[in-house]
């Protein structure tokens, strides 16, 4: 039997008075990939970003239910988020690089995290940027400031960034958006060398993407989770027509 | 219909037109007079004696002299006592203001630190001599407390209201995606506040303590007040100094026109002036980087 590393029961999620997530159950299991699929706007980014506890900035959000991580629970209010997002990195949906050099970029978190010895953060930058598959292209430049850098080059500095700290579990909301097909190519071909390391969740539009690298694939629909398990037999034989018709590009 | 809306447009761009015109004569029209004037000045006196050590005693009955050396070094003196105050109480006050104090509070804070802008300079001098004046005079051991450093700390609190809300604007413009960039690697709240959010609105907080102080140059009344008005070369913040501005209210009244001392006065509000525009333009400069660069 297959260890889950998280586990998310019955969650509930409102922004306001809307209701976002309604009821989402699913369990995940250790060094996998796992899609999350669905039309804009049903609550993908919204379900990750409750995992590593980025709703705590906005007062307005209000969660019940439960996420295990490792069985203790990550909303409980004893839990430290700031421990637990050291354990779960994340990379958002638009690029956000620090408006610093590309070399501070990566070289933050690891300082933030104990990184003290320079010959030490130098190594650890230069291998997260070339598991991103960015090195190439900034190796000579590293000093130059992140904001110049196109949106594709600062979402792999993103995800760099977030591997350089070696989490446990890497959140990725549509990290391949911004990227020409060579690119996601080459994030997911790091995505799938990461598995052996780290237990990945992925947002993504991209079903061929889901299907390609995915181990497991959730489809969301309008705050519920209405199928989750193997990709292979998700895209082959949904359980639910919702999740056909879906898949087949027969929606709305 | 048509042509209706036309001439409004056209009438609004012409009258927007016209005020910058107004402005930007009004500008170069004092320029001009004080140029003209100070002209008069540097003929009689000689550009090296107006800018040397020499005293400034230009009433005197034999051999009058015009340094204005001492002057500007009482105003350096007051205005960078003065910045040294106010930039760390302010920014740190934006800080706190915007990032760490709960709503209550900071609903609480911002009346007051508005509240702040509205003390006449009359009154704050006022403050500096019954007040700040005999506290300083006690806790250094000094015969009087009239001196740079009562100027500069009243100057600060003139200067303040400006720095804070200048840089509280700067501090909220700061965008979210990077503090929760920063959250996300697991840096905590301190962390990313001094690592992440400091940084990113250094130059913003630079225009907003230029602007600050820029304007409290200007205030002639509290420095003429509390600075003790000796026209000696000052020898620290202990000194009791003249400024430019207080130079120019005191004398103005009482000096005949047309004397070379009447020209002076000129060439005095003539530097004057030169300083406050460069601070201006080199805050606006610091600014529009920063616009640029949040683009
Ligand atoms: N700050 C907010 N306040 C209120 N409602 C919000 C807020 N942010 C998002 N929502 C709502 O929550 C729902 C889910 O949003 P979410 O961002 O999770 O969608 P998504 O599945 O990630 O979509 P996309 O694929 O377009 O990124 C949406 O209906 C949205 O309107
Ligand atoms: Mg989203």
Known sequence: MEK????????????????????????????????LI???????????RSINRMHDLNPDIRIEGRILFKGKNVLDRHTDPVQLRRQIGMVFQ?????????????????????MRHSAHIRDAVENSLKQSHLWDEVKEELD???????????????????????????????PCSALDPISTAKVEETLLELKQLFTIVIVTHNLQQARRIADQTAFMYLGELVEYGPTVQMFEQPQQELTYNYLHGHFG | MTSRRYFWNRFFEKSLAVSAFVSIATLLGIFLLLAIHSWRAFERIGLGEFFSLNAWNPA???????????????????????????????????????????????????????????????????????????????????????????????LAFMALPTVISISEDVVQA????????????????????TRVTLPACYSGLLAAIMLGVGRAIGETMTVLMATGNATAIPQGFFSSVRTITA??????????????????????????????????????RVAARLRKRGQ
């Open chain 1, 38 to 48: 669905g039309p804009s706007g049903c609550g993908k980014t919204m379900l990750l």
């Open chain 1, 94 to 114: 638009k690029p956000n690089p620090f408006p610093k050099s590309i070399f501070k970029n990566v070289e933050y978190g690891l300082k933030i995290n104990g």
């Open chain 2, 247 to 284: 130079t120019v209210a005191i004398e103005m009244g009482e000096v005949p026109t047309g004397t070379t001392h009447y020209y002076a006065l000129f060439a005095c509000a003539l530097v004057l002036f030169l300083i406050t525009l460069t601070i201006n333009f080199a805050a606006e």
């Open chain 2, 60 to 154: 005197a009955y034999d051999t009058p002299s015009y340094g204005i050396g001492a002057l500007l070094l009482g105003t350096a003196l007051t205005t960078l006592g003065a910045t040294a105050i106010a930039a760390p109480i302010g920014v740190g006050m934006a800080f706190f203001l915007s990032e760490i104090a709960p709503l209550w509070l900071r609903n609480l804070l911002k009346p007051i630190v508005e509240l702040m802008a509205a003390v006449p300079s009359v009154v704050m001098g006022f403050v500096g001599i019954v007040l700040v004046g005999p506290f300083l005079a006690r806790v250094f051991g000094l015969p009087n407390g009239l001196n740079a450093l009562n100027g500069s700390i009243l």
């Open chain 1, 4 to 35: 889950h590393l998280l586990q998310i029961e019955d969650l509930h999620l409102y922004a306001g008075s809307k209701h976002v997530l309604k009821g989402i159950s699913m369990n995940i299991p250790e060094h996998q990939i796992i899609a």
């Open chain 2, 174 to 193: 700061v965008p979210r995606a990077y503090k929760e960039a920063s959250y996300a690697l697991g840096a905590n709240r301190w962390e990313t506040l």
């Open chain 1, 144 to 174: 130059k400031s992140a904001l110049e850098l196109s949106g594709g080059q600062q979402q792999r500095l993103c995800l760099a960034r977030a591997i350089a700290v070696a989490p446990e579990v890497i959140l990725l909301d549509e």
